[in-house]
């Protein structure tokens, strides 16, 4: 089984700061690990993911996240954050492998960013 | 191309009625899934179809539930009589049929359940 813990379930921010959002997971298996994003009013979309290789993966919108194995981490960082970020941010992981590319996805609690102008 | 849409956006109903709930998959994709996100918690899997078949429905809270997807298109999920508890954000997604992670989930914007 996994499970997914991000700390701090509100993050505030300035504009131009380092965005840093935690996720810690446990996996009996090794893990794939997804980070998502909800705007208002609108459904998740896909940031990035780590399947395997590189551990350091960029996504959308300048994130980028860090697989760490030793810390069963992968959190997300942006270098200087924009008023456009405020939104609620997921991260997810799944080992449930199968021939159908199936994501079923364990999610954390997700954390909220709000961005200080 | 359209994304996954569901309908209604919100619905508000009592204790004991009856709720479907619609998605519209992107076309050609034959993964759907239904994820349920309670107030303030996790987003939790409920079920997961390739084309008509159920491949898992673990998540499933119990009988009250029940999904549909018939010609492996559009799915329904019904809730049947409505509790308290079932208020909630019920998402749907879908995805390409791959062996590989290479195809990105697509959500739903959701529907906004709740349970008075």
């Known amino acids: 089984a996994q499970s997914v813990t991000q700390l701090g379930s509100h993050v505030s921010v300035s504009e131009g700061a380092l965005v840093l959002l935690r996720c810690n997971y446990s996996?009996?298996?090794?893990?794939?690990l997804f980070w998502y994003v909800q705007y208002p009013n609108q459904g998740l979309q896909l940031l990035l993911k780590?399947?395997?290789?590189?551990?350091l993966v960029k996504g959308i919108n300048g994130f980028e996240a860090e697989f760490k194995k030793s810390e069963t981490s992968f959190h997300l960082t942006k270098p200087s954050a924009h008023m456009s970020d405020a939104a609620e941010y997921f991260c997810?992981?799944?080992?449930?492998?199968?021939?159908?590319?199936?994501?079923?996805?364990?999610f954390g609690t997700g954390t909220r960013l709000t961005i200080i102008p | 191309e359209a994304g996954v849409t569901q309908f209604p956006s919100h619905s508000v109903i009592e204790k004991g009625q009856t709720v479907t709930l619609r998605c519209d998959p992107i076309?050609?994709?034959?993964?759907l899934y239904w994820y349920r996100r309670v107030m303030g918690k996790e987003i939790k899997f409920l079920l997961h179809?390739?084309?008509?078949?159920?491949?898992?429905e673990s998540g499933m809270p119990n009988n009250r539930f029940l999904a549909e997807r018939t010609g492996g298109t559009y799915s329904t999920l019904k809730v049947q009589p409505a509790e308290l508890e079932d208020s909630g954000v019920y998402f749907c997604?879908?995805?390409?049929?791959?062996?590989?992670?290479?195809?990105?989930?697509?959500f739903g914007n959701g529907t906004r359940l709740t349970v008075t």
């Open positions: 996996s009996s298996v090794p893990p794939y």
């Open positions: 076309s050609g994709h034959d993964n």
């Open positions: 780590y399947t395997t290789g590189a551990t």
């Open positions: 179809f390739v084309k008509e078949s159920k491949q898992d």
């Open positions: 997604a879908s995805s390409q049929l791959t062996v590989s992670y290479n195809s990105p989930l697509h």
């Open positions: 997810a992981v799944t080992a449930d492998i199968s021939n159908f590319g199936n994501e079923k996805l364990t």
